[in-house]
């Protein structure tokens, strides 16, 4: 989402699994600083990020395998 202009919203919205949709209003941004985490957390937002991009990784791993491979089923009896 875009960060707000100064006394602004930014408004976005998305459908969840069950159909669903959602709304999402950001108020405002509070710019970090990296200077002031621990060292703890920085180890904890590594893993964090690791972990995110791991899952986005396999994520679109399965989409591709999912989209090139023709899988029959044994068991299947609408084959």
């Known amino acids: 989402m875009p960060r707000p202009a ?7 919205g ?4 069950n159909g669903d ?3 999402i209003r950001l108020n405002r941004v509070r710019d970090g600083d990296a200077a ?6 920085r180890q904890q937002l590594r893993q964090g990020l690791m972990s995110l991009y791991g899952a986005a ?3 679109a791993l399965l989409r591709e395998l999912r989209a090139s491979a023709k899988v029959v089923i044994a068991d299947d009896p609408q084959r």
């Open 6 to 12: 100064e006394g602004e919203t930014s408004r976005s």
């Open 57 to 59: 990784e396999v994520n």
């Open 21 to 23: 949709y959602v709304v």
């Open 14 to 17: 998305l459908f969840l699994d």
């Open 36 to 41: 002031q985490m621990t060292d703890a957390e």
